[in-house]
């Protein structure tokens, strides 16, 4: 089977990094060579990139939060996501660009439709390769939000309030309905093991 290059998304504590530990746990029975990354980062300056938008410290201009996304995001697909397809493994990444669209487009532009504009153009001339499949873990804004409390120290999104997140949830639903063809929404209630037996089915494996 040809490597696939599969991303996650989903709004604030849906349970991401838990699917995504199991996935890979799959991966691995099954003997399929990946790589698991995630954005913003997963390469040596995108992860630089990373520390200045996620630092609560950081004064950004919106224009100036999605054009980092984006030079993040280059950096990530030349160093690690093609050179990965290109050798046969698969790609697992913990967020791409449905999140542009849903946080920078909906949760900073209110899904203006100039802004809207702006990121499809930047998607489609810096972003060298679209994933596969995306699994858009659907979960009720505020039952992630409340998984997420536990966490010990918010960063610069995750000291948003809820009006924020309902946004970059009319974010996900406006890319899922515009992207139906690549994304998969998964229902992410119920138990872990249901969610990953979800998404299992989904990637057909
Ligand atoms: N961002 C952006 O603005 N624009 C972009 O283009 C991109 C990103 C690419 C990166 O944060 C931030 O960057 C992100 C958007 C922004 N900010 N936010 N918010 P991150 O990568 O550090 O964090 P995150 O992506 O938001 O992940 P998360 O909120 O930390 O959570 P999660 O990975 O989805 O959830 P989890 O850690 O797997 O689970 C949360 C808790 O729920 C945990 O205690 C689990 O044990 C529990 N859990 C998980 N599954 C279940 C089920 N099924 N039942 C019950 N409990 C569960």
Redesign the pocket.
Known sequence: MAPKFISFE?T????????IDGFCRHLDELGVAYVRT???GGADMAELIRGI??NKNSILHDDTELLL?FAARADHSYKTILPALDAGKWVVC????D??VA??GF?RFHGEQSALDKIDLLIKNFVPRLPDITLW?DLDVAI?MA??K??SQA?R??SLDTSFFDKVYQGLEYGFNKNSERICRID?S???D??ASRIREAVGL
């Open positions: 989903g604030e504590g849906v349970g991401k990094t838990t699917a995630r954005e913003p938008l996620l996304m913990d967020r791409f660009i999140s542009t946080y920078q949760g873990l992630g998984r997420a536990n966490r960063d999104f995750e992410a119920g138990s872990i249901e969610v």
